[in-house]
């Protein structure tokens, strides 16, 4: 599930970007009347428009579209009848996994079920979203958060069921996917309720995230295991458009059971270096993040080479393939990176504390362990995609006398273990939660993995006190007195995305619960929130302030659900106004907590509140930070509409 | 997992409880040599103390203790290995279903382990919480939220490996549980490390909550399943001792795989009209309450009748009952039922609104809905123990146009199933979420069920409004509102107590987003909170404060995540003092929100903020309230202090 910005490395290189237009797609589909041929024809060209869409867009998952691109593209060129169709059965498609949805958006595309034109807007805002939304057409469910799908699928069949429509559901979930409870909470009742109108996909490539699934945690005997819940079970080669075709033709005899295709694949399948089966059990490359310049063009000689070859041998012309140049992309000249950051000072605590067990919900590398579990690894433990197994686990092990810390996106830790941690934090033991990918960037990804609510899903545990650092070195702080100094429970908020900071914390600084830092004095009005995003832009939106006259405070308060109020009567009495900043919803944020403590310590300043107030959007960074006025601009309006209430003392 | 009082017309009867006493216990484990008849007879009186701390609580689970007696009486004194005797191989046994915490109780409190006169004290203060909580000695972890035992045992066993200690986890499911998806998500992991040292029972006693397992959700082939995810699998009769010991003995054979004991049972085995398998698929009648007088005298006459039976046919003289008065209790005289007022006016709504349907974990009487199910069979849908896929099914139905009640206890529903409400939320259609149960009472089953954080838990999904109505004419507003006027989602959320109200809605009186209503004027103070328990006792404070010349309104805001703070301004801009009052964890609840709202409205009024901020305690409803200060008096000393800080103004 892991979610990389493009290095800038990548963008040193020469040459453009290529893909296949309308005319080329067309050119090729018409290039042989056999189906399989055809079939095998257009997933390469789809495979060639994704990577093209994934480098416009800097990031996604080239290896998970691929493995599933040759399923997909047999399934909607031959299999499913079109919901649009008219016909009294129409199916419906979804990819449970959603990671993939690059491949299936470049399918669509190729068909003309999605306008052209939004080739080049993956991940952009009014564009194709990172992950699947019903806002694009013929995207049937969101997903992006896994293990949802089957369940989906049994809500969509018993709607129909109840509305006189018919058709399939037909989804795909990853292999990986298979370690999420849900989807096992989810087989039984669609065997139980006889649907035999649901179809499941496994994309059984082998790999999720950045390992083999093998050596994640792996996952037995899958088709046992499906025919024990009651599903009817076919394992094919899912490269094999002829066998893909047979095992549906099968399907469709069986009536009254629910039906499972465990399609073996390859990751990354169809351009030689990026296929799983070639990296064994080292690291995969290419899961999710946009490739160097170097593979990007060795891989568009190989499927534009195979591609035409294909074609000669079926004595047709070479297809014509369109350019594009490549995006230009600022990348920040000396980034701060909070979780390295935080990483670093963990396994330096770890050396001298052998009590400290890491648990990863595979994750590893975007949570800033992957040195802790070269350097001890009989003291990390692999969990897999199965977030309430792993919080239960370090559970298990806090009763058991360790120091358990669990890693996951915020998304997914804060919520899929929401009970879990609760229920760990009624024994009143000590577990950190360590929860990265948090707040509205990187936007690309989508709402799934855009993390704005975890503070108010977690912030009520009894005990759980929740910290986001601003900057390398409060991150240091951060782990460091979660481990040596509180006595309770701890969960840590990070932001991922590398940033250069305006800012430093002083030197005298250290953490004091509840209590923030003045990062820089002003009287008229007072911008405080939490983390390197918001405070950032505060600091920005300071600067033009400034130039105004109009003389802003930035307050660094990386306490989440704890606020101390003197600290906020010594802090706010004397400013006209205070605005509170949340990279979060507004509702149920650190700024409705501050206000809070404003009116209960007697703070007589006006108060604004600034965060989300809807779903967040997807596109780039600066598009969505804008977007939802989260921007040094947004927070420049604010400041301007708020101080205007209050009489400027000069 | 379903909670009742028990009723009042249950303790209009005569007569004393009956328990054996530590003498009569030892008379009986004295009485014989044979391990399988001296398990027997100590299983049954057991039973008999089980059901006597159950009729001294007023609640408690008697079918589910009832089927694993015998399975927990041999394991404790055949086969496990004590964690206090300094063996090198020490056992851990915990209950991962919870419900049956009186068996284990009275058990524990049989063989010595726990102090004798904590018979007395189930569900009371400072006693033996409704689930098992590790504060009580031989208590292992924390349960009463279903699925998590086996992750749990995983990290026991994981930190037991890593800190040199060697024995076996033995934990206990319910067959119901088996629907959690988490049980399948941690089973595999298990395998996967080989952990032989674990070993599940799944009490398998064929019914959930009111119905049977097959009705409410099937489970399939129970053994293909576990074997498919990697178990050793042995099935006995759970009530026959020596087949108990056989299969342990034959585990002890098998090193590297967990292993789980399929145990068929009887649910209310051990007294002939509390047997499940008597009720055939009819409701069943002792899954949570106490038994009515004349039910609990007949168990006693048959229980103590079969033991001094036994006792004779082992040439033993009978035992010697000790007897003690019933207990006490006041009940509501015209309560108000506002899950059944819910209900009603669901059922009359979806007469005439066929797409409407009714989703249910398993709780189907307490969430109100049973008639519907009755008159509805073909828009009801049982999803068993399955919150998350109940949810995500709910968001399909949604997608296909229907109006999904998605219907569980607060805290499953609200933490189980979170990410999934989100993610249904990100696709703007509109369910209704059903939360019962909710808040500090009833205080008996404790913190796994007492749900204090689910404002913060569901807050800050986008678009979702959460209500709780403060009476039964509230409740049918907020059902209508929900279904009628609300273009997105809403969760309700709802005080299942039945309580006696002391104020009345005002007749003009409908719902307005985010403002609330002022049931009582007074200008010195404003109480103000929200559903039935909170805002009985601010009016009965009211009344205390006038005595002594305080004048405090009283103020119902049903809205938990939205306040408009014009009604804001012009409710509370006129009073001295605001104390807000939360059934809820203060940190992130309603009155968080209420007095950020007085802040960014510039209402100078004191303020101050009474709800729980820690851990909820267990014991009876008057205890509990008092000790976190929520009960009339604490709502008065809070009144009091805050009231001292502002100027009274005549």
Same mark, same amino acid.
């Given at each position: 599930?892991?979610?990389?910005?493009?290095?800038?490395?990548?963008?040193?290189?020469?040459?453009?970007?290529?893909?296949?237009?309308?005319?080329?797609?067309?050119?090729?589909?018409?290039?042989?009347?056999?189906?399989?041929?055809?079939?095998?024809?257009?997933?390469?060209?789809?495979?060639l428009n994704t990577l093209y869409m994934i480098m416009q867009a800097g990031s996604g998952h080239i290896g998970s579209s691929f493995s599933s691109m040759d399923l997909i593209t047999?399934?909607?060129?031959?299999?499913?009848?079109?919901?649009?169709?008219?016909a009294a059965r129409a199916d419906t498609y979804f990819s449970s996994k959603g990671h993939d949805a690059p491949a299936l958006y470049s399918l669509l595309i190729a068909l003309g079920k999605l306008d052209f034109d939004l080739m080049h807007r993956l991940r952009r805002l009014g564009g194709l979203p990172g992950h699947p939304d019903v806002a694009v057409p013929f995207i049937a469910t969101n997903t992006g958060s896994l293990g949802m799908g089957i369940s989906k699928a049994y809500g969509i069949l018993q709607g129909r069921r109840r509305t006189g429509k018919r058709g399939r559901v037909v989804l795909m979930t990853g292999d990986g996917e298979l370690q999420e409870g849900q989807i096992w909470e989810s087989l039984q009742p669609v065997a139980n309720e006889q649907l035999g109108d649901i179809v499941a996909i496994v994309d059984h490539n082998k790999y999720q995230s950045d390992s083999t699934?093998?050596?994640?945690?792996?996952?037995? /005997?899958?088709?046992?295991?499906?025919? #024990? &819940?009651?599903? @009817?079970?076919?394992?094919?080669?899912?490269?094999?458009?002829? !066998?893909?075709?047979?095992a549906f033709a099968q399907f469709a005899r069986v009536v009254n059971k629910p039906k499972v295709l465990v399609a073996d694949t390859i990751k990354g399948k169809g351009v030689s270096f990026m296929e799983g089966i070639a990296c064994g059990d080292g690291t995969y490359r290419f899961h999710a993040g946009a490739p160097s310049l170097d593979d990007y063009f060795a891989a568009v000689r190989e499927l534009t080479g195979r591609i035409n070859a294909k074609l000669a041998a079926l004595h047709q012309p070479p297809l014509t393939f369109t350019a594009a140049p490549q995006p230009v992309r600022v990348a920040?000249?000396?980034?701060?990176?909070?979780?390295?950051?935080?990483?670093?000072?963990?396994?330096?605590?770890?050396?001298?504390r052998p009590d400290i067990v890491v648990?990863?919900?595979?994750? /590893?590398?975007?949570?800033?362990?992957? #040195? &802790?579990?070269? @350097?001890?690894?009989?003291?990390?433990?692999?969990?897999?995609? !199965?977030?309430?197994?792993?919080?239960?686990?370090?559970?298990?092990?806090?009763?058991?006398?360790?120091?358990?810390?669990?890693?996951?996106?915020?998304?997914?830790?804060?919520?899929?273990?929401?009970?879990?941690?609760?229920?760990?934090?009624?024994?009143?033991?000590?577990?950190?939660?360590?929860?990265?990918?948090?707040?509205?960037?990187?936007?690309?990804?989508?709402?799934?993995?855009?993390?704005?609510?975890?503070?108010?899903?977690?912030?009520?545990?009894?005990?759980?006190?929740?910290?986001?650092?601003?900057?390398?070195?409060e991150a240091r702080f951060a782990i460091r007195w979660a481990i040596e100094e509180h006595t309770r429970s701890t969960y840590l908020r990070f932001v991922n995305v590398p940033m250069d900071l305006p800012y430093t914390l002083p030197t005298w600084y250290t953490l004091s619960v509840g209590r923030g830092v003045t990062l820089r004095e002003g009287h008229d009005i007072a911008l405080v929130g939490y983390g390197p995003l918001l405070t950032s832009n505060a600091w920005l939106a300071a600067d033009q302030l400034a130039l105004e006259g109009i003389s802003a405070a930035v307050v660094n308060l990386p306490w989440l659900n704890r606020i101390d109020e003197d600290w906020i009567w010594h802090t706010f009495s004397r400013v006209g106004a205070v605005l509170t900043l949340d990279n979060h919803y507004v509702t149920l944020g650190?700024?409705?907590?501050?206000?809070?403590?404003?009116?209960?310590?007697?703070?007589?300043?006006?108060?604004?509140?600034?965060?989300?107030?809807?779903?967040?959007?997807?596109?780039?960074?600066?598009?969505?930070?804008?977007?939802?006025?989260?921007?040094?601009?947004?927070?420049?309006?604010?400041?301007?509409?708020?101080?205007?209430?209050?009489?400027?003392?000069?």
């Open positions: 599930m892991g979610e990389k910005d493009r290095s800038d490395e990548a963008l040193r290189g020469q040459g453009e970007l290529t893909y296949a237009a309308s005319d080329a797609i067309a050119a090729a589909r018409a290039a042989t009347s056999d189906r399989y041929e055809r079939a095998a024809l257009l997933a390469d060209l789809c495979r047999w399934l909607w060129t031959e299999e499913l009848v079109d919901p649009n169709s008219g699934v093998a050596a994640v945690s792996d996952l037995g /005997l899958i088709e046992d295991k499906f025919r #024990a &819940f009651g599903w @009817e079970v076919k394992r094919v080669d899912g490269h094999d458009f002829r !066998a893909i075709g047979d920040p000249s000396k980034p701060e990176r909070l979780v390295v950051a935080y990483g670093d000072e963990l396994l330096d605590i770890a050396r001298t648990l990863d919900a595979d994750l /590893l590398s975007d949570c800033g362990i992957e #040195a &802790f579990k070269e @350097e001890l690894p009989y003291r990390f433990i692999e969990c897999g995609i !199965a977030e309430q197994h792993m919080v239960s686990a370090a559970g298990g092990m806090a009763l058991a006398g360790l120091l358990p810390i669990a890693h996951s996106f915020a998304c997914f830790l804060s919520t899929r273990a929401n009970e879990q941690i609760y229920n760990n934090a009624t024994e009143g033991t000590k577990i950190i939660y360590t929860a990265t990918l948090a707040g509205l960037v990187p936007a690309g990804p989508g709402h799934s993995h855009q993390s704005v609510r975890d503070i108010s899903a977690i912030g009520s545990v009894p005990g759980l006190v929740a910290i986001e650092p601003c900057c390398e070195r650190q700024g409705a907590m501050v206000a809070a403590a404003l009116a209960r310590a007697g703070v007589r300043a006006d108060v604004r509140s600034l965060g989300l107030t809807d779903v967040p959007a997807c596109g780039s960074n600066a598009e969505v930070l804008a977007h939802h006025g989260l921007d040094v601009a947004g927070i420049v309006r604010a400041s301007h509409e708020l101080v205007r209430l209050t009489p400027h003392v000069p």
